[in-house]
């Protein structure tokens, strides 16, 4: 929910941002929005001023107004009710060896910056003032404590026409913004490297506020804020049933099937049938009228499709009727909170039952910005599927393809309610695979290992291999004579 409080908010019109701020800002409250140099502080601001529908005044001590004009229109934002106040130091109020006090007009021989700051304010009577960037008043100011004091008279002055504020600030260590976090109302910090840029808010009087730091993106279709999951704020109500895979053997070897709800892990080296398992599930699902959504980030959808069609399956046809969706994630396509935000919109948009991630090695490759961790996120990931009542699946790679048996090398294997794990096995010269289940929460299961064959016609599993001994040193004892 948006506005967990029911508080009349002031949205900032930045996509997404009205989630991270449980609606947007308090009326007539005064924001800080602060950042390195490229952060999106500016953009920020025009978002927050196109957002209205009333007059706003844009007072400019940065940027000249047709810069920021030209700025607003290349991302589609209509700023014809803005009015710009042009102080920045192009503007003809810079001109010459004139000095300014902001609240001491009797003090200069020329109309002062506040004289021009209230005639603007109370001819418009704006609903919303953005003031870019405050921190070049400090220059104006004879020492920090009159900085101080002229900021919050400007804040109060402002406010008392019923304006919400928006202020942005440089933040650097050469030129602290700490009395300007302390006067502000909100704090939103937005931070920038080569190829990452997050938002969060530290600060919010009188509301609370989703945790982050989210990411931000900044492209030809505009500024989007994607909030990071947070799995507690999602909960959906849903019977229990059990997930057939089509296959007799494999639903015995699992007690009936997949518990949907829950979150299952496919384990095992490279090669072995995680991937054709978890499609198996999928396709059966399909037939049942179920919708699932696949993302690969191992193979593309195109191989996907083929190795279904190989195995028999109809995978193809059922995307086509749209009860199957594929989508191919590649290394540094999206951030990690983007992919999160379309699983939310296939579980909450497109009313996805089960949820595939091929596969765990792909996915961290996928996701790896700085910051980011992405076994972490993962285990959240499986949280809110499991709060949504969306049966996962994932395919976990174990690199090592015979020897000791390890159920996961990621170290979270603690998310699973489920554990299907396949092994290759050596048996008179003849590489074999093998399934069992080694974890299921939900109910009992066989504690016995199988045969597992990838054919033509689909996957094959096997009567109990009760003969078999030593199978997870991966070179077994095979009492066959």
């Known amino acids: 929910m948006d506005n967990p409080t029911g508080q009349r908010r002031v949205p900032t019109g930045v996509p997404n941002a009205t989630s991270v701020l449980h609606g947007g800002l308090l009326p007539e409250s005064a924001t800080l929005v602060r950042g390195t140099p490229g952060a999106g502080k500016t953009i ?26 030209a ?20 503007g003809e109020q810079f001109q010459g060896n004139q000095s300014y006090d902001l609240f001491e007009p009797d003090e200069v ?26 921190t070049e008043l400090r220059h104006l100011a004879r020492d920090d404590r009159q900085f101080r004091t002229q ?52 600060k919010f009087r009188g509301s609370a506020v989703r945790r982050g730091p989210h990411t931000v993106t900044i492209s030809a279709d505009g500024m989007r804020v994607w909030p ?4 507690t704020d999602h909960y959906r109500e ?24 829950t979150v299952s892990f496919l384990s095992g080296p490279t090669g072995v049938g995680k991937t054709t398992t978890g499609l198996q599930f999928i396709t059966e699902a399909a037939a049942n009228g179920q919708r699932s959504v696949l993302y690969s980030f191992e193979e593309s959808r195109r191989t996907v499709l083929t190795r279904a069609e190989a195995l028999g399956m109809p995978l193809g046809e059922q995307v086509d009727a749209g009860t199957v969706v594929i989508r191919e994630i590649g ?24 949820v595939m991630i091929d596969g765990v090695t792909g ?23 499991r709060n949504m009542n969306v049966t996962g699946i994932i395919t976990n790679e174990v690199h090592r393809i015979t020897g000791d048996f390890r159920a996961t090398e990621h170290r979270i294997s603690h998310l699973a309610d489920d554990i299907v794990f396949f092994r290759h096995v050596e048996h008179r010269g003849e590489l074999r695979k093998v399934i069992g289940v080694l974890k299921k929460r939900t109910s009992d299961f066989e504690s016995t290992l199988r045969a597992l064959e990838i054919t033509d016609k689909g996957l094959v599993v096997g009567e109990p291999l009760a003969e078999l001994r030593g199978i997870l040193t991966g070179t077994p004892d095979w009492n066959d004579d």
Request: glycine share 6%; no cysteine.
């Open 44 to 69: 920020f601001g025009l978002y927050f001023l196109a957002a209205a529908d009333k007059p706003v005044v844009y007072i400019n001590l940065g940027e000249p107004a047709d810069y920021l004009e």
């Open 71 to 90: 700025t607003a229109a290349g991302f589609g934002l209509d700023v014809d009710h803005v009015e710009f106040l042009d102080l920045s130091p192009s």
């Open 109 to 134: 021989e020329t109309t002062s910056l506040v004289d021009r700051i209230r005639e603007t304010v109370e001819q418009h009577q704006p609903t919303r003032v953005l003031v870019d960037p405050v």
């Open 151 to 202: 900021v919050l008279s400007l804040l109060d002055f402002l406010k008392s026409h019923g304006a919400t504020v928006m202020l942005t600030s440089q933040a650097a260590d050469s030129v602290p913004d700490d009395d300007l976090q302390f006067l502000a109302d909100a704090v939103i910090s937005l931070s920038a490297d080569s190829d990452h840029r997050t938002l969060s808010v530290p």
């Open 228 to 231: 990071r999951l947070d799995p």
């Open 238 to 261: 849903g019977s229990v049933s059990t997930l057939s895979s089509g296959v007799d053997e494999l639903d015995s070897l699992l007690g009936g099937g997949l518990t949907t709800g």
């Open 331 to 354: 290394t540094d396509e999206l951030t990690l909170d983007e992919f999160t935000h379309r699983v939310r919109s296939a579980v909450e948009d497109d009313a996805a039952e089960i």
């Open 363 to 385: 996915y961290e490759r996928a996701f790896s910005e700085a910051g980011a961790d992405p076994s972490h996120r993962l285990v959240k990931i499986g949280q809110y599927l």
